[in-house]
């Protein structure tokens, strides 16, 4: 089992970047998939990205592709998420979820964190 804590999130300017952080407790981290989620008001959750377990891969959401990077350190048991070139319908609460070792399916997510909110705004 695994408890999942993100930060990073708050307040930055369009144009701007920021770090988001999943940080994990708990046995055998490397061995997950850990995802990124966002949800804006009045929409549903969407995954951005999402990292395999034992090196297996990454993905990215078409429209964030460009301008994302996710990455992992298993050594802290945390996960990295760099957003570059922020714009305003990037403000959302992002959440992070661990899930089955080579799949990064959204039904394949077992454990979530409560999420860090950024609003991208002048």
């Known amino acids: 089992q695994l408890q999942l804590v993100e930060s990073g999130g708050g307040l930055v300017q369009p144009g701007g970047s920021l770090r988001l952080s999943c940080t994990a407790t708990?046995?055998?981290?490397?061995?997950?998939?850990i995802a990124w989620f966002h949800q804006a008001p009045g929409t549903e959750r969407e995954q951005v990205s999402c990292?395999?377990?034992?090196?297996?891969?990454?993905y990215y959401l078409d429209s964030m592709q460009d301008r994302v990077t996710i990455s992992r350190d298993n050594g802290k048991n945390t996960v990295y998420l760099d957003i570059h070139s922020l714009k305003p319908e990037d403000t959302a609460v992002y959440s992070c979820?661990?899930?089955?070792?080579?799949?990064?399916?959204?039904?394949?997510?077992?454990?979530w964190g409560e999420g860090t909110r950024v609003t991208v705004s002048s």
């Open positions: 979820a661990a899930g089955l070792p080579y799949s990064c399916s959204d039904t394949g997510m077992m454990y």
């Open positions: 708990g046995n055998d981290f490397s061995a997950y998939s």
């Open positions: 990292i395999r377990g034992s090196g297996g891969g990454t």
